[in-house]
């Protein structure tokens, strides 16, 4: 059987990578009404804006944004599963509809990839979206009791292996913990993926993205870009890297610190720059893609894409102006003791 990691990682040898965009901003775009996100699903709860619920509800709507994607020239295809667990789905009381959520996205975003690989031989892959939930296990919810925590480590571990058996099982390739803001359960989520690989007798290969909550270059739970590197070095991921956060602009001294220490892939997807005082994002395709053809003259990334705000126009620009760029060279790592709190320590051999 073919490896993933190591077709996607001679890939990126010889060119930079492009992955997909948002799945929220397309969807926004077309319009739909409670009743469309609803479908024929009785619920006790209004599913508008359950943007995940739509790969069972509406499935030809996120083919057709998967293929817009694969017509802008991405290699990596996401799956619409950003909150497809049972944590967040408990919002709109659809707990016991995740694994058919995720067998449904991972079905559909694999059939849009398989069938136009075999057009034009070119070969894409698909990453099994996990997004962070919206439980911390880092951080209290109450101010008054710091050591208060909504959920355990086993838990979230848990939630999580439900979400991935789904996505393994409907076929993807990797495994994408996203949008990281506490390094503690993007760790419960690459746990979930060893344990699920344990399970199958095989690796099931991951990658991790960090979100930044500001300009300090730090995530909620306080780590550094290199104190987050060092925290999952050993999970050993297929690419590491930034999303959402900022624009380009913002993101950049990060990218170039995450870059100069992680002996992976880089991924960085930010942001079509700061959103307006209404919430939207008025970067247009090619500003955004010049920005991110810098990253790339600059050597420091292997595969780039867009996060929110970011249409199949903004990743199109982006293929563009990357073509014919030379790919980051992956650095090997000296021996030494890595360590990490909110801070990273380095301690040579």
Not at 117 to 126: E, M, Y
Not at 209 to 238: C, Y
Not at 308 to 318: D, E, F, K, Q, R
Request: one cysteine or more; a negative charge.
């Amino acid at each position: 059987m073919t490896n993933p990691a190591e077709t996607l990682r001679a890939a990126a040898a010889s060119r930079i990578l492009v992955k997909d965009g948002p799945y929220g901003t397309a969807i926004q775009a077309l319009g739909l009404t409670a009743a469309d996100y609803a479908g024929g699903i009785a619920s006790n709860h209004d599913q508008k804006g359950n943007n995940d619920l739509l790969n069972l509800t509406q499935p030809q709507a996120i083919a057709g944004i998967c293929d817009a994607y694969i017509a802008a020239g991405a290699d990596l295809l996401a799956t619409n599963t950003f909150n497809a667990n049972r944590i967040s789905q408990a919002d709109y009381g659809m707990e016991d509809k995740v694994r058919e959520i995720n067998l449904a996205a991972a079905r559909v975003i694999r059939e849009r990839v398989d069938a136009a690989t075999a057009l034009d031989g070119r070969p894409r892959w698909v990453a099994g979206s996990l997004g962070p939930t919206n439980k911390t296990l880092s951080l209290s919810p109450r101010v008054s009791d710091p050591g208060y925590r909504e959920v355990t480590f086993d838990g979230v571990k848990d939630v999580y292996r439900e979400q991935i058996e789904a996505l393994l099982d409907g076929g993807v390739d990797f495994i994408l913990i996203e949008t990281v803001f506490d390094t503690l359960n993007a760790k419960a989520a690459a746990f979930a993926a060893a344990e699920a690989g344990d399970a199958r007798g095989r690796d099931v290969p991951v990658m991790l993205s960090m979100t930044l909550t500001d300009l300090s270059g730090r995530n909620l739970s306080g780590q550094t870009v290199e104190a987050f590197w060092h925290s999952i070095r050993h999970v050993k991921p297929v690419a590491v890297g930034l999303n959402c956060s900022f624009g380009a602009t913002e993101l950049r001294s990060h990218v170039q610190a995450l870059a100069r220490v992680a002996d992976t892939l880089i991924m960085t997807y930010p942001n079509a720059g700061l959103p307006n005082d209404l919430g939207a994002y008025d970067e247009q395709p090619e500003t955004t893609a010049g920005f991110i053809r810098g990253w790339a003259e600059e050597g420091l990334v292997n595969i780039v894409g867009g996060c929110c705000g970011n249409t199949p126009a903004h990743i199109a620009a982006m293929a563009r102006q990357v073509a014919g760029l030379p790919a980051r060279a992956v650095p090997a790592a000296a021996p030494a003791l890595r360590l990490s709190g909110l801070e990273a320590h380095r301690f040579a051999a």
